[in-house]
């Protein structure tokens, strides 16, 4: 059941482009269609089993869970954080999801990303960018980055060909 809800979650973002957003909006409501279809399968796993262990489930699996918790709106976020905290206490789920999860979270509540892991789009100019503003004590951020398993953020902003220049 996890495959098949992965395959669902994945399977339109190849067709939303930013840059098309007259387009993207048509995948953009299938895509929430699909997410809520999810997300209801997921609860009953997560109330009757807990969050998918890596141990158990594999992998994949457990990247399913947090896939669709992820694309959740914040009330679900929220509601499946502990179970997804206690996962990574027990090494059952991964600390990058954790900060992902953190971050999004934070952000929704108008609070300052921790690991800098969110970034955003800019329509006008069809690129990414980085809001520091938004991102507590940037020039800290690779210590609190390492603690999670995720690579300096100078690697990671470079995957969206943004360049950090906090020194």
Known sequence: MLWDMLLKDQAYYSFIDDSRPEVSKKYWQIKDSL????????????????????????????????????????????????????????????????????????????????????????????????NYEETRNPKRINKRRDSMELPPIEEYLKTWDIEWYIQ
Request: proline share 3%; aromatic share 12%.
């Open 35 to 130: 997410n809520s279809e999810n997300l209801q399968k997921l609860d009953s796993v997560l109330i009757n089993f807990g969050w998918p262990k890596i141990s158990e489930v594999g992998n994949k699996a457990n990247l399913t869970a947090f896939l669709i918790v992820q694309h959740s709106k914040l009330y679900s976020q929220k509601k499946y954080f502990p179970l997804l905290k206690e996962a990574v206490k027990k090494d059952e789920a991964s600390k990058k999801h954790l900060a992902l999860l953190i971050d999004i979270i934070r952000i929704q509540e108008n609070k300052k990303q921790i690991y800098g892991t969110q970034v955003n789009y800019d329509p006008t100019v069809n690129k990414y960018f980085f």
